[in-house]
């Protein structure tokens, strides 16, 4: 092909504990709060990366339970698939990648995280079938009907 | 980072006519029947994407239903968002890139389609969760105990 199409691929979770809180991470290298994961390597499976990711960012020790949504950054070409799951071992605490490790309740999520990540988390924590959304790496773009509809009804986007 | 860890990003759909058959295509490079689908362009949505690359194959208008499945080839760095859809105009036929376009029942899928498509026809026609699954191309690979289960007893992998 004449252009290069290829996308960095990324993996992060949403774990939630017993009050049904939602780890989170503030990064070392530019200070923002998300939820944990990372880029995918080229010959890695994506739950292996998943797995790699979290324990990188966490010290936590997860398996991953369901993909929740995918979200694809169309002005850098970078494709997120997320995914709740849960931890099996490990205590949470910060790394070199992180500097704090927090659990926040869904409304400290929504005031405190940005656009494109919260939108990962309460996708995560809907019943709803998988999201399939695209962003500018600052605010969710409508897609389709289908999608403007549930980011007007169902989340604060 | 030290090591390019970009991945292709295909798209395809799973869409069926009223008597339950599967439609494929056979591709006018390498004559293998697939799904129809394609490379995602790093500055497209995906289903903007999916609705391009159908309509380019198989002369149809589609539309998203819901993602079924992912699917990663480890050898060679690609990622598959595998979709259910369904027609919304056109009419199925060839095009330059498809010599044929037809419809299969999903006993002829098992039989005719490679291992690695026949799966995401079979994942995407079942009821349960999105499936992630890697490959190499040829075979699909146990990337957990819950998949490899998956792949024993519900599909002919």
């Given at each position: 092909?004449?252009?290069?199409?290829?996308?960095?691929?990324?993996?992060?979770?949403?774990?939630?504990?017993?009050?049904?809180?939602?780890?989170?991470?503030?990064?070392?290298?530019?200070?923002?709060?998300?939820?944990?994961?990372?880029?995918?390597?080229?010959?890695?499976?994506?739950?292996?990366?998943l797995?790699?990711?979290?324990?990188?960012?966490?010290?936590?020790?997860?398996?991953?339970?369901?993909?929740?949504?995918?979200?694809?950054?169309?002005?850098?070409?970078?494709?997120?698939?997320?995914?709740r799951?849960?931890?099996?071992?490990?205590?949470?605490?910060?790394?070199?990648?992180?500097?704090?490790?927090?659990?926040?309740?869904?409304?400290?999520?929504?005031?405190?995280?940005?656009?494109?990540?919260?939108?990962?988390?309460?996708?995560?924590?809907s019943?709803?079938?998988?999201?399939?959304?695209?962003?500018?790496?600052?605010?969710?773009?409508?897609?389709?009907?289908?999608?403007?509809?549930?980011?007007?009804?169902?989340?604060?986007?």
């Amino acid at each position: 092909m004449t252009q290069d199409n290829r996308h960095s691929v990324s993996v992060a979770a949403v774990i939630t504990n017993e009050d049904g809180r939602v780890l989170v991470i503030q990064r070392r290298d530019n200070g923002e709060w998300q939820i944990p994961g990372g880029i995918l390597e080229r010959d890695e499976s994506i739950h292996a990366g998943l797995k790699r990711e979290v324990n990188e960012e966490t010290c936590l020790v997860i398996e991953p339970h369901r993909l929740t949504g995918v979200y694809k950054n169309v002005r850098l070409g970078v494709v997120a698939l997320v995914f709740r799951a849960h931890a099996v071992g490990g205590t949470a605490a910060p790394t070199d990648e992180s500097a704090v490790v927090d659990w926040w309740t869904t409304d400290q999520v929504a005031a405190r995280m940005g656009e494109t990540f919260a939108v990962r988390v309460s996708d995560a924590l809907s019943s709803s079938e998988v999201a399939v959304r695209i962003h500018d790496g600052e605010r969710i773009i409508s897609d389709n009907p289908a999608s403007a509809h549930v980011a007007r009804d169902g989340h604060a986007v």
